[in-house]
């Protein structure tokens, strides 16, 4: 591996080419990735099904749609489990708006999925 060691302000630094770093980067995604889902094997949480991580992967607003229709939700019955109007729901979901913390932790309560899901 390619990288050079450096002193800066009494801290020893690692200097590497980007592609590098940008593996790492990746790396370390999936290896956070798979301590989640190995979380939640260990809770006996159901996973998510691939379509709608491929979803959230294309953007948040399109995982957010595929989720609710997964658990058989419409946006009337996320709106009532929430408290929060269909309209903003759409929104959210049309990728015109960005939810609130609290508007999206209701979501996610009631999709019953982590916050940091729909974030």
Same mark, same amino acid.
């Given at each position: 591996?390619?990288?050079?060691?450096?002193? %800066? *302000?009494?801290?020893?630094? /690692? +200097?590497?080419?980007?592609? /590098?770093?940008?593996?790492? $980067?990746? &790396?370390?995604?999936?290896?956070e &990735?798979?301590?989640?889902? &190995?979380? #939640?094997i260990? %809770? *006996?949480?159901?996973?998510?099904?691939?379509? +709608?991580? *491929? $979803?959230?992967?294309?953007? +948040?607003?399109?995982?957010?749609?595929?989720?609710?229709?997964? %658990?058989?939700?419409s946006?009337?019955?996320?709106?009532?489990?929430?408290?929060?109007?269909?309209?903003?729901?759409? &929104?959210?979901? *049309?990728?015109?708006?960005?939810?609130?913390?609290?508007?999206?932790?209701?979501?996610?309560?009631?999709?019953? +999925?982590?916050?940091? /899901?729909? #974030?």
């Amino acid at each position: 591996m390619e990288f050079e060691k450096m002193e %800066r *302000n009494g801290e020893v630094c /690692i +200097v590497l080419p980007l592609h /590098i770093y940008e593996k790492l $980067a990746e &790396d370390a995604e999936m290896l956070e &990735d798979i301590r989640a889902f &190995d979380a #939640a094997i260990a %809770r *006996n949480e159901p996973a998510l099904p691939l379509e +709608v991580w *491929n $979803a959230f992967e294309s953007s +948040v607003s399109k995982g957010m749609v595929a989720l609710r229709k997964w %658990r058989g939700m419409s946006q009337m019955q996320l709106a009532s489990a929430t408290g929060i109007k269909q309209s903003l729901i759409s &929104d959210i979901e *049309n990728g015109k708006k960005q939810g609130s913390i609290t508007t999206m932790k209701a979501i996610a309560q009631a999709l019953d +999925v982590p916050l940091d /899901i729909l #974030a």
